[in-house]
């Protein structure tokens, strides 16, 4: 067996490779590896989580951003956005809506705007929370400080995505400004752990300056925090920022990876994520038989999806809205899977 086969044998075993180990494993990709990895990722999520994929409604409650980070389209910079923020109503009647087509749980994800302040946002997961008890909340909302997740949690959101977006310091200062510090990334994340919410992190792949050595890295990080979520999608330019010239990441290294993942911590809720779907018509489907098991379609008020415009033709119609949800379980369907009505929260032992 040659190196690369042997080293995805011990990594499913052992479900931990060295550094260098795992940079091997993403310079030598090809499709028999790859292959390989997703059937060894799917049986891995199989045994866990059956056939079925855990749907999440996202609702996109504002694109004001304090920060400014250069990879973003929704940068304070970008004097270009048109900025928005849904009001508590607007928010609540998508979590209604959401709910009638078969959602259980809702996403709220947003800049960094000062505006959704604690007293606010926890009013808004009360009421969540009461209008639909059996449902899970999600916040993706950005770095706030250990009393604010703590308020948070307290008011009932049950989940937080903070991407890491790389596990590199260097590397988080090509893609950051001076203001933004790695070392406060992190600590939200063992913050959120440590609050009892269920705590995802992530990054993306083809990120400029990204290089081998730092996506094992981040394949470490992962290994080492066993994050209960993970979202990993490639980097796609948006014109207006400073990385508008700048390469994108590739569908078929963003599924390599997704495999690789699922085989590192196998527990792990993965979606087949927006960016992925951007680039490629059947990513969601790729990602899925990679190994992903969520999907996470728009439930933001229509007339404000073209504006959470993170990157160059970001999906929010068609098949990635909440509302073709019926036409998504087709094509979910069609490959083997089944989208189920159910929180979806990660599964413990
Ligand atoms: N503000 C919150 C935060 O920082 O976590 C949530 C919103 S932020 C826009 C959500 C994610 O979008 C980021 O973690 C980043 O990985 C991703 N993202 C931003 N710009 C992107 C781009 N150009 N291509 C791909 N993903 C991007």
């Known amino acids: 067996m040659t190196k690369l086969f042997s080293l995805i044998e011990k990594l499913e075993k052992e479900k931990s490779l060295s550094l260098e180990e795992y940079q091997y494993l993403i310079e030598n990709a090809n499709e028999e590896a790859a292959a390989v990895l997703a059937e060894k990722a799917d049986k891995t999520r199989r045994a866990i989580y059956g056939n079925t994929v855990f749907i999440r409604g996202l609702i996109e409650v504002s694109n004001f951003c304090k920060n400014d980070c250069l990879y973003c389209g929704i940068r304070r910079s970008n004097k270009k956005c048109e900025r928005y923020r849904l009001t508590k109503d607007e ?8 709910y009638s087509l078969g959602f259980r749980t809702f996403v709220l994800q947003g800049g960094e705007d000062a505006f959704f302040s604690d007293d606010r946002l926890c009013d ?12 899970a909340v999600t916040l993706s909302l950005g770095e706030r400080s250990e009393e604010s ?3 948070l949690r307290l008011a009932g959101a049950d989940r937080y995505l903070l991407r890491h977006e790389t596990a590199d310091e260097a590397h988080y ?56 979520m993970c979202g990993i999608g490639p980097f796609v330019p948006h014109r207006e920022t400073p990385f508008a010239d700048k390469k994108g990441g590739s569908a078929e290294l963003t599924c390599y990876l997704l495999s690789v993942i699922r085989l590192i911590h196998p527990p792990v809720l993965l979606p087949a994520t927006t ?64 989208i189920v009505t159910a929180r979806g929260d990660v599964y413990n032992g």
């Open 91 to 98: 928010i609540l009647e998508c979590c209604d809506e959401g």
């Open 124 to 135: 808004i997961v009360k009421s969540i929370k009461q209008n639909h008890p059996d449902c």
């Open 149 to 151: 997740y703590r308020k």
């Open 173 to 228: 200062a090509k893609l950051h400004p001076e203001e933004m510090r790695f070392e406060n990334r992190m600590n939200c994340l063992k913050n959120l752990r440590k609050l009892g919410f269920q705590t995802g992190c992530g990054f993306m792949v083809g990120s400029p300056f990204q290089t081998t050595q730092m996506i094992a890295k981040d394949l470490k990080f992962i290994e080492e925090f066993k994050p209960d």
């Open 275 to 338: 960016a992925l779907g951007t680039i490629d018509g059947n990513g969601r489907e790729k990602g899925i038989l990679a190994g992903a098991n969520v999907v996470m379609p728009n439930l933001s008020p229509s007339s404000v999806r073209k504006k959470y415009e993170l990157y160059n033709n970001k999906l929010s119609d068609g098949d990635e809205s909440a509302q073709s949800k019926e036409n998504l379980s087709k094509r979910i369907k069609k490959i083997g899977y089944e």
